[in-house]
């Protein structure tokens, strides 16, 4: 075949594959070759061979009309099974950037082949799907994979909903793309804590403001004052002042890994240089409750200006508005002050804060007195089973919540209500009393005993049904049992039977897992099947089952006993009867001759046996289960002469 008639065999497959493609009309003069017609042509063929000609190339060159329709060429390669160009980015590993970085992206590509023309070039691609192109197209290296290098546009917003991926020029074909987080530039905005833009403090007092920081850190940043704050992660960033004089503060610039960001807000300072003088007393949460005789601290602020040789007192006043100094003079906040001994805990009282020059007082703010507490254990009498609670009851008095430790160890805080119960769970009778008790004062008085008492169940044990009711001596077997009551660690339990005069003699015996095992060879048997009286017993406390039985057989006393007898012609068959007795199965045994028999369960045991001459059947060893035996009787079978 020449070059001419394979040209031939090409274009009327073409024609075809046009005619026949949906979508697809018959190729006119000049509508150009598009490549999804010839998608029939595979590798290692006569065709692609011819194809890769200068022939081939020349027609491609003069058809300038020729382009590479991706979509349809998946299609019909998909129907086709052609290998389809791919492209594969590389892994990105949860790549994180700042807008305007560089980035470096690898590739490999495979599958059908790429135009010689072909190029890859680095994409971005958003949430919508808006395509940017990060660099120039590049050429592949020598096996089809490469680096390639663009810059992220330096308007691109931040998030983290952005893929890159590395695209074909001919065929177009997207490569697989992998996730890319654009970081966001650094913003930075000054703010009070209460939301205000300005503040007035007193000359030498300080100011506190707050940089909120946003974006990615860590943050410097650098305020209108001079102030610089370097690779910080705290956000907001509290800022602390002293002017002298009214000021106004900004933040000049930001910065962090994604290069200067943008700055907002100001607050103003204000310095009141001639103040009226101004006490506040600050009130804990919930008030005061102090304990009498009790130091406590109180804290104030005062501002504006105070004559020389002024000082503070804590003053206390009860209902009647008699106010009364509780603590030393001092020039600052907190004043240590106390309670007056004696001080009825059920009056109401206010405390304030007050100065001598000029002579001014702070606001007033209630104070309960806390005494101190009583805890008392009621005197009683609990009875309860083992293993149930019992409740105690405890009065509470004096400045709670209260605590209280019993002399079991028994501990609860926190209590709010009186009277209060505490649940106990002794295992043995038990005396109770407060070893300890208390409230918002400390420790206070505490007395009152009680006392539980146990009912502890006697200490019993139930020898339960042997799952074998006969064995041999010396067999070890499996003892159930049951308990009630109780049973102290170093307890163990003990299998037992009764001898001849009917004395209960322990046995060896073992104990694990709840499995109680024990090896029954009573000493003294009277008989050749001998019924046992077999108990368990405890040795902490020291407790006697329940008794059971078992029939134990002598060792060594099996029987087996042959019979029959029959007259038979040469030729023909008869039995041989073997019965056992006095023995547990399995039996074995060998006849007188040879044959041999090894643990059967069958009783009697019959064989048939076909003698050629008059022959008399014995048993020459016997044993079974509980040892050996002793064989008696005889089988005659007797062959008549033709």
């Not at 073409?14 to 949906?22: F, H, M, N, Y």
């Not at 197209?137 to 810059?151: D, M």
């Not at 209460?194 to 300080?206: F, I, K, R």
Request: charged content about 15%; some cysteine; overall charge positive.
């Amino acid at each position: 075949m020449n070059k001419f008639t394979v040209l031939g065999v090409i274009l009327g497959i073409v024609g075809i594959v046009s005619l026949g493609a949906p979508g697809v009309g018959p190729r006119t003069a000049r509508s150009g070759f598009r490549l999804d017609t010839l998608i029939e042509i595979r590798k290692d063929t006569l065709i692609e061979k011819y194809l890769r000609d200068s022939a081939y190339k020349a027609m491609f060159q003069r058809d300038t009309t020729f382009r590479v329709d991706s979509a349809a060429l998946r299609a019909q390669a998909d129907s086709h099974k052609v290998a389809l160009p791919e492209v594969v980015t590389g892994d990105l590993n949860g790549l994180a950037v700042c807008a305007g970085s560089p980035v470096s992206v690898p590739y490999s590509s495979s599958g059908g082949r790429f135009s010689p023309d072909n190029q890859f070039v680095l994409q971005l691609v958003d949430a919508a799907g808006k395509v940017t192109n990060l660099g120039e197209p590049a050429k592949a290296g020598p096996f089809g994979n490469g680096t390639l290098t663009g810059v992220i546009p330096v308007n691109t917003a931040s998030g983290s909903r952005y893929s890159l991926r590395v695209a074909s020029t001919n065929p177009a074909v997207n490569g697989t793309p992998q996730p890319l987080r654009v970081l966001p530039a650094p913003t930075a905005r000054i703010e009070l804590p209460d939301g205000s833009n300005a503040v007035t403090v007193m000359p030498g007092q300080p100011a506190t403001f707050r940089v909120a920081l946003s974006g990615h850190g860590p943050w410097s940043f650098r305020l209108s004052d001079g102030t610089k704050v370097q690779n910080t992660m705290t956000t907001p960033y509290e800022v602390t002042v002293m002017p002298d004089k009214p000021t106004t503060y900004k933040v000049v610039n930001v910065s962090g890994p994604c290069g200067s960001g943008t700055v907002s807000g100001e607050i103003i300072v204000n310095v009141n240089e001639n103040p009226n003088p101004e006490i506040a007393l600050k009130a804990p949460n919930g008030g005061y409750r102090v304990c009498t005789g009790t130091p406590f601290q109180v804290a104030f602020t005062a501002t504006g200006k105070y004559q020389a040789g002024n000082g503070f007192v804590v003053q206390l006043a009860d209902s009647t508005n008699n106010w009364t100094t509780i603590s030393n003079s001092g020039t600052a906040s907190p004043l240590v002050a106390r309670l007056p001994y004696g001080i009825s805990p059920k009056g109401a009282y206010k405390i304030r804060v007050a100065s001598t020059l000029p002579s001014i007082t702070s606001n007033a703010e209630n104070l309960a007195v806390a005494a101190q507490a009583v805890a008392v254990l009621r005197n009683d009498t609990v009875r309860i089973d083992e293993g149930k609670t019992a409740e105690l009851t405890v009065d509470f008095g004096g400045g709670g919540p209260w605590f209280v430790l019993l002399s079991d160890g028994t501990y609860e805080n926190n209590i709010v209500k009186s009277p209060h119960t505490i649940r106990v769970t002794p295992n043995n009778p038990t005396p109770y009393a407060i070893t300890s008790a208390g409230g918002a004062c400390g420790v206070g008085e505490y007395s009152g005993r009680a006392f539980v008492k146990v009912n502890i169940p006697p200490s019993t044990i139930t020898t339960g049904n042997l799952s074998a009711r006969t064995i041999c001596h010396g067999s070890e077997i499996t003892v159930p049992f049951t308990t009630g009551g109780r049973f102290y660690a170093n307890n163990k339990y003990v299998v037992q039977v009764a001898d001849t005069s009917g004395r209960f003699v322990s046995l060896a015996t073992t104990y694990k897992e709840g499995v109680l095992k024990a090896v029954i060879n009573p000493a003294y048997l009277k008989d050749t099947l001998n019924t046992v009286r077999l108990r368990v017993t405890s040795t902490s406390p020291a407790v006697a089952g329940s008794e059971t039985t078992i029939k134990v057989l002598a060792p060594n006393v099996s029987q087996a006993i042959v019979a029959g007898e029959g007259t038979i012609r040469p030729g023909q068959t008869s039995k041989v009867r073997v019965a056992f007795k006095n023995g547990l199965p399995p039996w074995s045994f060998v006849m007188s001759d040879g044959t041999k028999v090894n643990g059967t369960f069958l009783n009697p045991y019959v064989l048939t046996v076909a003698p050629t001459s008059s022959t008399e059947y014995t048993i020459t060893s016997l044993s079974s289960s509980c040892g050996a035996g002793t064989p008696t009787g005889k089988a005659l079978v007797t062959v008549e002469a033709n």
